[in-house]
């Protein structure tokens, strides 16, 4: 496990006065521990094998705290429901290719379009703070059905 999303998570509930809870790190140490992206039901299926006496709400509570103290990252890719993934300080931007068919998320990387924004940035005097690439289309899969 990544031992500065541990701290991270300790000392958020810690200045927020919240109780430790097993559940809470049942739910903490199964995120960190996914990989690509995921939404609160598929971890509440998932921890259900874990503990059969979890509640839904008690998912989400958890991983709206963990979005909260940045932990996990939202994005909701033109849905309603929201997809999480962990924020890895350690890893590189990435964007995103969704099949509008199938719902499947391919993460990409491309220096060229990370050199492109910066460059187009600097061309209209703006200062990126943030920026999300999402790119909608058929994955391969689903082409060939």
Do not use: W
């Not at 541990?6 to 140490?29: A, T, V």
């Not at 094998?49 to 939202?74: F, Q, S």
């Not at 940035?121 to 391969?140: D, P, T, V």
Request: net charge positive.
């Amino acid at each position: 496990m990544r031992s500065y999303l541990k701290l991270r998570y300790q000392q958020f509930i810690k200045k927020n006065n919240l109780k430790s809870s097993k559940r809470r790190d049942l739910i903490f140490d199964f995120v960190t521990r996914t990989k690509g992206h995921f939404t609160a039901d598929e971890i509440y299926q998932e921890t259900l094998k874990i503990d059969p006496g979890i509640g839904i709400a008690t998912v989400y509570r958890t991983i709206r705290l963990l979005v909260n103290c940045g932990i996990l990252l939202e994005q909701t890719f033109g849905e309603k429901k929201g997809y999480f993934e962990v924020n890895d300080i350690n890893s590189k931007h990435h964007d995103h290719l969704i099949c509008t068919a199938c719902g499947k998320i391919i993460e990409f990387r491309c220096d060229i379009i990370e050199d492109d924004k910066q460059r187009i940035a600097e061309l209209h005097q703006f200062k990126i703070n943030s920026h999300k690439l999402e790119i909608y289309g058929i994955c391969s899969e689903c082409q060939l059905k």
